[in-house]
């Protein structure tokens, strides 16, 4: 519906597998995903989710996992009637869920929003204790005064929950541990507090009762969540019915909170949508999309490593321009322009 009025960046993909340097030998980069943004010391910056795993051998599957502060790789046989891998992201094996790659987070910034390198004497973020022996993945960065709160997905055999480390200059970070126990992701801390609170959007899964739906929580401190409740839900027949998930902290509008989100069909095909939360009560949500802003469409949205997906949990705000970056294709790091009045006229008041 409003596909037509996106500016995508020309230069899209602004980031690719081939363009940084694997984390160490023997690993290749597969997948460069889900960037959150921010701004720091004058430049743009990206914490891209960089998914790895060793070059690949004929006949064999092979993925890296963390343990005991290092890393050991699983081979198994494709063959392997034990063996479940029809999905590239994830692997079944003897009972036992895998990923297919490992994630790490990493930094890199840019003068103009759409040239990025990665800058010397930065760390990069890994994957640290039990719960995230699989990775570290689609970190939203929220600045609240002096700091930046990283929220990101934690992977392990016990689970996919939410991660906290917090940081003010990106060389140091404390870590606050899990903040959300698994099956939960794509969380969201609003940038401003409200009647002294903090705020999140968060997306727990449920196989029966329920759903993955968008939900809100409050916090005293940004570490300690309660009153959790369910705002956004998925919707029959339409291109959120599977799932739907935040995308960064919502954008605060003279109409209320603008919040982009993912939503997910049958076909596993990602679109972007959007909904509005009322200022003073962010649980009140006043209005949704009904069709999504952004579907998959380019070459480097439908081909790649898990093709028909755009998936957004980073952008920056200027005036009325909504600059959103985002992973295409589960593999590419790219970037498009909105006009913030365009995304609140398309709409639907409940
Ligand atoms: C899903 C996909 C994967 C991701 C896992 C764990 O299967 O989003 O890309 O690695 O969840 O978060």
Request: glycine share 10%; hydrophobic share 35%; with cysteine.
């Given at each position: 519906?409003?596909?037509?009025?996106?500016?995508?960046?020309?230069?899209?993909?602004?980031?690719?597998?081939?363009?940084?340097?694997?984390?160490?030998?023997?690993?290749?980069?597969?997948?460069?995903?889900?960037?959150?943004?921010?701004?720091?010391?004058?430049?743009?910056?990206?914490?891209?989710?960089?998914?790895?795993?060793?070059?690949?051998?004929?006949?064999?599957?092979?993925?890296?996992?963390?343990?005991?502060?290092?890393?050991?790789?699983?081979?198994?046989?494709?063959?392997?009637?034990?063996?479940?891998?029809?999905?590239?992201?994830?692997?079944?094996?003897?009972?036992?869920?895998?990923?297919?790659?490992?994630?790490?987070?990493?930094?890199?910034?840019?003068?103009?929003?759409?040239?990025?390198?990665?800058?010397?004497?930065?760390?990069?973020?890994?994957?640290?204790?039990?719960?995230?022996?699989?990775?570290?993945?689609?970190?939203?960065?929220?600045?609240?005064?002096?700091?930046?709160?990283?929220?990101?997905?934690?992977?392990?055999?016990?689970?996919?929950?939410?991660?906290?480390?917090?940081?003010?200059?990106?060389?140091?970070?404390?870590?606050?541990?899990?903040?959300?126990?698994?099956?939960?992701?794509?969380?969201?801390?609003?940038?401003?507090?409200?009647?002294?609170?903090?705020?999140?959007?968060?997306?727990?899964?449920?196989?029966?009762?329920?759903?993955?739906?968008?939900?809100?929580?409050?916090?005293?401190?940004?570490?300690?969540?309660?009153?959790?409740?369910?705002?956004?839900?998925?919707?029959?027949?339409?291109?959120?019915?599977?799932?739907?998930?935040?995308?960064?902290?919502?954008?605060?509008?003279?109409?209320?909170?603008?919040?982009?989100y993912h939503g997910a069909n049958e076909k596993h095909q990602y679109c972007l949508g959007a909904f509005l939360m009322d200022l003073a009560d962010p649980s009140k949500v006043l209005a949704q999309t009904e069709y999504p802003i952004m579907v998959p469409t380019t070459d480097y949205e439908?081909?790649?490593?898990?093709?028909?997906?755009?998936?957004?949990?980073?952008?920056?705000?200027?005036?009325?321009?909504?600059?959103?970056?985002?992973?295409?294709?589960?593999?590419?790091?790219?970037?498009?322009?909105?006009?913030?009045?365009?995304?609140?006229?398309?709409?639907?008041?409940?």
């Amino acid at each position: 519906m409003m596909n037509e009025q996106i500016k995508r960046f020309s230069e899209n993909p602004i980031l690719s597998p081939m363009d940084l340097v694997p984390s160490r030998p023997g690993l290749e980069i597969a997948c460069l995903l889900n960037p959150g943004v921010f701004r720091f010391q004058g430049k743009v910056w990206m914490i891209i989710r960089v998914a790895e795993r060793p070059k690949q051998e004929p006949g064999i599957i092979s993925f890296p996992v963390l343990k005991d502060g290092g890393m050991e790789i699983i081979s198994i046989e494709e063959n392997d009637p034990e063996l479940i891998a029809d999905d590239p992201r994830v692997i079944r094996y003897k009972g036992m869920d895998y990923l297919t790659t490992l994630s790490h987070l990493r930094l890199v910034c840019s003068e103009d929003g759409v040239h990025f390198y990665q800058p010397e004497g930065f760390p990069l973020l890994l994957g640290e204790g039990k719960n995230e022996t699989f990775g570290i993945e689609d970190c939203r960065v929220a600045q609240i005064d002096d700091t930046y709160y990283l929220t990101y997905t934690a992977v392990s055999v016990h689970g996919v929950g939410v991660g906290l480390r917090t940081t003010k200059n990106w060389k140091t970070f404390e870590k606050h541990g899990m903040i959300i126990s698994p099956h939960n992701k794509d969380c969201a801390i609003f940038e401003e507090k409200i009647n002294g609170k903090f705020y999140a959007l968060h997306r727990p899964s449920s196989v029966d009762l329920g759903g993955n739906y968008i939900w809100l929580a409050e916090s005293p401190d940004g570490i300690h969540w309660g009153n959790h409740q369910c705002i956004i839900k998925t919707r029959k027949h339409q291109w959120d019915s599977k799932r739907v998930g935040a995308g960064a902290a919502p954008i605060r509008t003279a109409q209320g909170w603008l919040e982009i989100y993912h939503g997910a069909n049958e076909k596993h095909q990602y679109c972007l949508g959007a909904f509005l939360m009322d200022l003073a009560d962010p649980s009140k949500v006043l209005a949704q999309t009904e069709y999504p802003i952004m579907v998959p469409t380019t070459d480097y949205e439908i081909n790649g490593f898990f093709g028909e997906v755009v998936f957004t949990n980073g952008h920056l705000v200027n005036g009325d321009e909504l600059t959103l970056y985002y992973g295409a294709a589960d593999e590419f790091v790219c970037g498009a322009k909105f006009s913030i009045q365009e995304i609140l006229g398309a709409l639907k008041w409940l």
